[in-house]
């Protein structure tokens, strides 16, 4: 598996990294745990070293899974976690005051077994708490020897720069995907500024890309995407034109329209690493020989050209989960 490096952090990680959210719920029910332990062991095999979690996925089962499975090859790999929510309270709203940061990143370590947090992400920004008292709290746990890095997850430019002055952010989390790409015209420069790495969360469009989605799909009640506007029968159906797109440059590659999607994400920049999610080993390692996947100059200009041309239909996400986003 190819390296990249996060920034100017010199935090190096496999050029792609992988989401486990989908293992713990988000797509319908929980998936059988000692099948989850053995794909992330499976994972590392592979050369992944960057894996996704966060206390909100389960809540905390995620990271118990990641943490179990990955405690035995703890030296190969890095740890993602990601807090802001309150989960003690029953209303589950935002909150990144810094007792409460403190507070969770004692959990986070137990429920992970490590003993230091490689990768530390706000998850969404909260409103009601500065920004530099936020990255002063992740500071402080740097220096305390329980976090290494900072990131932030779904954070707007000025957010981003009054953070960054505090504690240097190592990486943004946001989505980004051929069907969502409105982070190119700010974050993306920003980052290039200053320096800072960028993780797409959900690159293959929450499933949609990889062309196994159409009108008729049938979701679980659970699953996040039977209530997501862009994922109606008739966005769906509508949104087919993006799919055929990946099928033909697909097609001219010997390839698959997800691994397309993803080699078009790591052609953007070099310090872009996706963290596409899945539950199964042959979906894994489809993904990770999108890694060798060279796209030529002529072939990005025909997908972006092309791309310019549909217009995608639905919000990325239902308009609750986007107001809590600083975007």
């Known amino acids: 598996m190819k390296k990249r490096k996060l920034g100017n952090s010199g935090l190096e990680v496999s050029a792609l990294g992988l989401g486990c959210m989908g293992m713990s719920g988000a797509y319908g029910p929980p998936k059988d745990k ?4 053995t794909l992330l062991r499976q994972a590392v095999e592979r050369g992944v070293t960057l894996f996704d979690t966060a206390e909100a996925y389960g809540p905390f089962a995620n990271e118990e899974l990641v943490g179990e499975a990955l405690a ?9 976690t990601k807090f802001g929510f309150d ?23 137990k429920r992970l077994r490590i003993e230091t947090i490689d990768l530390l992400y706000q998850h969404r920004v909260d409103p009601k708490t500065p920004i530099e008292d936020v990255a002063g709290t992740v500071k402080d746990l740097i220096r305390a020897g329980k976090v290494k890095h900072f990131g932030m997850s779904e954070a707007g430019v ?6 960054h002055v505090v504690q240097p952010v190592t990486a943004i989390q946001s989505e980004y995907s051929l069907w969502t790409r409105d982070r190119e015209a700010d974050v993306l420069p920003l980052c290039e500024e200053l320096g800072i790495g960028f993780v797409p969360w959900s690159p293959l469009g929450a499933g949609f890309l990889a062309g196994k989605i159409d009108a008729n799909t049938a979701f679980d009640p659970m699953d996040f995407r039977a209530m997501s506007p862009r994922f109606t029968p008739e966005a769906r159906e509508a949104n087919q034109a993006m799919v055929r797109l ?14 397309i999607a993803l080699a078009w994400l790591l052609a953007q920049k070099p310090w872009i690493v996706p963290i596409p999610g899945t539950t199964k080993l042959r979906r894994l390692e489809e993904n990770l020989r999108s890694a060798d996947v060279e796209l030529t100059p002529d072939e990005l200009r025909q997908i972006q ?17 986007l107001a809590m986003s600083d975007l």
């Open 305 to 321: 050209e092309a791309a310019a041309r549909i217009h995608v239909q639905g919000a990325r996400l239902p308009e609750a989960v």
């Open 34 to 37: 000692p099948e989850m332990i």
């Open 72 to 80: 035995p090859v703890r030296d190969q790999v890095v740890i993602a």
């Open 87 to 109: 989960f003690e309270s029953g209303a589950r709203g935002l909150n990144s005051r810094p007792a409460h940061v403190r507070q969770v990143v004692d959990a986070m370590l």
């Open 246 to 259: 990946l099928e033909s440059i697909a097609g001219q590659k010997d390839a698959t329209p997800a691994q």
């Open 158 to 163: 000025a957010t981003i720069r009054r953070a």
